[in-house]
């Protein structure tokens, strides 16, 4: 009678099958791609993203916030502040008006030699600088008047508008022709508009105009609307040179 081996595998037992190594194989190979994508990861951070940390470490530290003066020591005190420039103190006043521009057919003329509102019968005259029709804003030079010499240029809003002391001499931008009518550039978006409120809000920006007969002014919207909240109402600061002279300086006294 024959004993048999409790340790040793049964004659019928299986060994693993082509399938079974082809299984490891995928396993082996995806722990290696991941493994390698790792090192990359992290290659790519020690490379890209270190050197940054430590030039901020060293700006950190050598900060006077870091680099306290010791006990009977002094530091030298911060920078002034750069001051802002002075303004003249005779810089002319501004005017406000309210343009009823509230048509969507008409165009409303403005001229700054008269401070107002002008009828004009025909647009090639020179008796009006700005012309207003709800939101639009062209002027009386380029596409829209080859006689007229108006245009604008965009003075940004860092400046307040009673400190800015000249308009610039030169780079005007005058009206250009579109498919269907004319507009100036510098004016297609003096404002900005709220898609939930549907409110319009002037920006801060002041704008340099050179007239249609070479004067100069400077402007800046202050509103849209008019007193029943009505659209169409345009408010608008400015200040006009009649000398000719590119500076809002007051004539000095004689």
């Not at 048999?4 to 060994?15: G, I, M, Q």
């Not at 080859?146 to 965009?154: I, N, S, T």
Request: aromatic content about 10%.
């Amino acid at each position: 009678m024959s004993t048999t081996d409790p340790f040793e595998s049964p004659v019928h037992a299986t060994k693993p099958g082509p399938v079974d190594k082809q299984e490891l194989k995928k396993k082996k190979l995806w722990k290696n791609l991941f493994l390698l994508s790792l090192c990359i990861t992290l290659l790519l951070i020690a490379a890209f993203w270190l050197p940054a940390k430590m030039i901020q470490m060293e700006s950190f530290l050598g900060s006077p916030s870091v680099n306290l003066p010791k006990e009977g020591e002094a530091t030298d005190s911060p920078p002034a502040l750069p001051t802002a420039p002075a303004v003249p103190p005779n810089l002319m006043s501004p005017r406000v008006v309210m343009i009823n521009a509230s048509s969507e057919n008409d165009w409303v003329y403005f001229d700054f030699s008269r401070g107002g509102v002008v009828k004009i019968q025909d647009q090639t005259s020179l008796e009006w600088d700005l012309a207003f029709r709800r939101s639009k804003v062209i002027s009386n030079g380029g596409a829209t008047n080859k006689f007229g010499k108006a245009g604008l240029v965009d003075l940004g809003n860092s400046a307040e508008f009673n400190q800015i002391p000249e308009a610039p001499l030169n780079n005007y931008i005058q009206d250009s022709a579109t498919r269907t009518e004319t507009e100036n550039p510098i004016l297609l978006k003096w404002y900005r508009y709220n898609y939930l409120t549907h409110k319009l809000t002037p920006k801060s920006n002041t704008y340099a105009v050179k007239t249609a007969d070479e004067k100069f002014a400077k402007i800046k919207f202050l509103n849209f609307y008019c007193a029943n909240k009505e659209t169409g109402c345009i408010q608008m600061q400015y200040v006009y040179q009649a000398s000719g002279s590119n500076k809002f300086l007051k004539p000095a006294a004689g």
